[in-house]
């Protein structure tokens, strides 16, 4: 019954840690960009190193304006040693570029916009939405919460994007 396991999951969620992209959103005021440039930096990556990756450059640039000025080699440094920090450096470069030539350097509200984004996934971009823009109607979906919502009977899908869109009808 999904009323009585979310009553459930309410319930011990409370018990973990924050991660570190809603540790972000909560301290830096829900600001998109901060949300979104510390979800890509999470993935495939233990929140320990995010957090101190994420720190460091945002102590080097707050905005994609910034992050702009910022020579590739000197993000690299910035974000070592989260996985692919070289690919990361270079998607967070384009991303920076594409809001700014496209966005007037705003993270867009919109979804499909945010796929739109150098290396941003439909992970990310429902992040950045739930946590960035306020949006709740979206449910960030990773192979944890695939094979979970698949064992429990609630959806039965073979992929991560089928169990976020099946989950978002159900709730």
């Known amino acids: 019954d999904v009323p009585i396991a979310m009553n459930i999951l309410a319930r011990e969620t409370k018990k973990l840690p924050l991660p570190i992209v809603s540790e972000y959103a909560i301290k830096e005021g829900k600001d998109p960009f901060k949300v979104l440039i510390s979800t890509v930096l999470s993935l495939r990556t233990k929140d320990s190193t995010t957090s101190k990756a994420t720190d460091r450059l945002f102590a080097l640039a707050n905005n994609p304006k910034e992050m702009m000025q910022l020579p ?4 690299e440094k910035a974000i070592y040693p989260v996985g692919f920090y070289k690919v990361k450096s270079k998607n967070i470069k384009e991303i920076c570029k594409t809001l700014i030539n496209n966005y007037n350097g705003k993270v867009p509200d919109d979804f499909n916009e945010l796929l739109k984004l150098k290396g941003v996934g439909k992970k990310t971009a429902s992040i ?3 946590y960035g823009h306020n949006k709740p109607d979206f449910i960030p979906c990773d192979v944890h919460v695939h094979v979970i ?13 089928n169990t976020m869109y099946e989950l978002m009808n159900i709730i």
Do not use: E
């Open 72 to 75: 590739i080699n000197q993000i």
């Open 128 to 130: 950045t939405m739930v």
């Open 149 to 161: 919502a698949n064992r429990l009977g609630w959806v039965k899908t073979k992929h991560p994007d």
